[in-house]
């Protein structure tokens, strides 16, 4: 299958998901045009109903009560005529002439000859209309005679009945002459009045889906109208969200939604406002530190320099300072040193604050640079290394050696000793005990840097926050003497290599942490740093 045709397959059941999802039940759009849709078609259905009703029974009662007068007037006019016995070849020509009225309906006509035997006249259509045609019920009324009273003055009336005889409605009447005479029956098919009404109920069933779709497109366009401020509510709360705090909606109308439009509109103004507000202050209190780290630094050189006499006084043997004070000789310079990295690191945290952390890079064997950190820190008794020469990678040596520094300085404060330091290699695509390039080269990988100690630990409930700023607190360790600055500004120093750092708890007991770093940093897609990277050979150090 071709990259092409997979593309299309994809795009195929993307538009088909798009589609469903706009089409789901729990879309208020489709819900919209189920409800529309099913007020209309009850509406549509009921007023068919009843229209259809009212008409079938409009036509049908006119056809039925101009058939049934013009039988009962044929009947009083033809078969009146004839006498008391007619004989069979009278009823069957009264039936013949009665049968080309204008209602075109059979005629069966039942009467007693002279001789007294009972004769019928039929007009022969309809495939010989009979008695058996007529049902019984029907043969029974007519015959029936009816007591004459003051408001009944005939024995006999005409009475009428609908049959249906494959598929085909008929109208049935039957009645007796009046003063004496033959008994007349007719039969008068329904069928071009039940073709009308099946025209009609055609008619009306397309009149209902019609206004069925005309419901749903009706629907669809007031959901559209509906929906499309909710939408556009919905995208610019995502704008707001992924912080273009100048978002606002276009407001027109007077309804509920305009009111929500205006409600959302102030508060992205007020968000914004306390987001500049924020913004100003955080930017104020930077400026603030980045103030007064410099202003400290001219003081504190002046007084850097004292204290440098002073603790080459305390070393001298001669005994330059005096005993009494001497304890406090010694506060002053420890404080004033303490005092001076608290400076720098604030300098340092201003600098990543303000994006304005720069990388100068440098082919660095990373065994040498740890055992010139150490070295330089007097700490080759307390750490034990596991290193191999060789390792070279492409970083920033001097915040390399921040960060070892504040990883090593911690484990030697807070752990137990010895502090192990351990180095090695990861393989491209960051998977641990990869080969390396074998011939010194800086490659693609990752070099892992694992500094263990072999203290209580770091509690649960701290490991979340060991490398926030200014955080000390701890449960099982003293209180810091530092600034709390340190592991802060090495997580910094590592993600602007584009590394990372971790704490966890050894199994075997101590806390280690683990540093990763890209074995060539330029290689790394420099726009996810916040620092900028420059070589060292353009440069010329730093």
């Known amino acids: 299958m071709t990259h092409e045709h997979q593309g299309g397959v994809r795009g195929w059941f993307a538009a088909r998901k798009g589609v469903w999802s706009r089409l789901r039940f729990t879309s208020l759009r489709l819900r919209l045009v189920v409800v529309f849709g099913m007020v209309a078609l009850t509406a549509a259905v ?12 409009s036509v049908l009662t006119r056809t039925q009560d101009a058939v049934l007068r013009d039988f009962e007037r044929e009947m009083q006019n033809r078969a009146g005529a004839l006498p008391e016995h007619p004989t069979q070849d009278e009823l069957q020509r009264a039936a013949g002439q009665m049968a ?15 001789e007294g035997r009972t004769v019928y006249g039929s007009s022969g259509g309809l495939n010989g209309f009979s008695l058996q045609d007529v049902p019984k019920s029907l043969r029974d009324a007519v015959t029936e005679r009816q007591k004459v009273t003051s ?6 009336h005409l009475y009428w009945q609908r049959t249906v005889d494959d598929d085909t409605p008929y109208l049935v009447a039957g009645t007796r002459v009046i003063g004496g005479g033959p008994t007349g ?3 008068k098919s329904l069928e071009p009045e039940a ?10 069933g397309i009149a209902t889906a019609l206004a069925l779709i005309g419901s749903a497109l009706l629907a669809h366009a007031a959901a559209t ?6 939408q556009r509510l919905g995208v610019a709360a995502r704008r707001l969200g992924e912080g273009r705090l100048d978002t606002r909606l276009r407001v027109s109308g007077t309804d509920e939604l305009a009111d929500l439009s205006r409600t959302f509109n102030k508060a992205a103004e007020a968000l914004e406002k306390r987001v500049a507000d924020m913004a100003a202050r955080d930017e104020a209190s930077r400026r603030f530190v980045a103030d007064m780290s410099h202003e400290l630094r001219t003081p504190l050189t002046a007084i850097t320099a004292v204290t440098e006499v002073l603790e080459e006084e305390l070393e001298f043997e001669g005994g330059g300072i005096d005993p009494m004070i001497e304890p406090a000789v010694r506060l002053v310079v420890s404080e004033t040193r ?18 304005t952390a720069r990388l100068v890079l440098d082919d660095v064997d990373v065994a040498d640079q740890i055992t010139a950190c150490i070295d330089a820190r007097a700490w080759l008794d307390a750490v034990d290394l596991d290193a191999e020469r060789g390792i070279h990678a492409r970083i920033d040596p001097r915040r390399l050696d921040v960060i070892l520094a504040n990883l090593i300085g911690n484990a030697l404060k807070h752990g137990g000793s010895p502090v192990r330091v351990a180095v090695r290699e990861s393989g491209t695509g960051g998977v641990d005990g990869a080969e390396g390039t074998g011939d010194g080269s800086v490659g693609g990988g990752t070099v892992v840097i694992e500094v263990r100690d072999h203290g209580p630990g770091i509690p649960e409930e701290v490991l979340p926050h060991v490398f926030d700023r200014f955080y000390k607190a701890s449960a099982s360790r003293p209180r810091s003497e530092g600034s709390g600055l340190g592991l802060s500004i090495a997580l910094e120093n590592a993600h602007i290599h584009g590394g990372e750092i971790t704490a ?9 942490f683990t540093l990763r770093l890209p074995r060539d940093v330029s290689a790394e897609d420099a726009p996810e740093r916040d620092g900028d990277v420059v070589d060292e050979g353009a440069e010329g150090g730093a």
């Not at 408001?151 to 006999?156: E, F, G, R």
């Open 151 to 156: 408001t009944n003055t005939y024995p006999h």
């Open 195 to 204: 073709k009308d009404l099946n025209s009609l109920a055609w008619s009306l």
């Open 185 to 187: 029956y007719m039969l």
């Open 338 to 355: 303490r005092l001076n990295d608290l400076v720098e690191n604030l300098m340092e945290v201003t600098r990543f604050d303000a994006g």
């Open 100 to 114: 080309t009225s204008s209602q075109r309906f059979t005629v069966l006509l039942i009467a007693r000859n002279p």
């Open 46 to 57: 009921s007023a068919s109903g009843i229209a259809y009703w009212l008409n079938r029974e």
């Open 225 to 230: 109208t509906v929906l499309k401020p909710v």
């Open 504 to 512: 966890a708890n050894s199994p075997e007991g101590g806390a280690v």
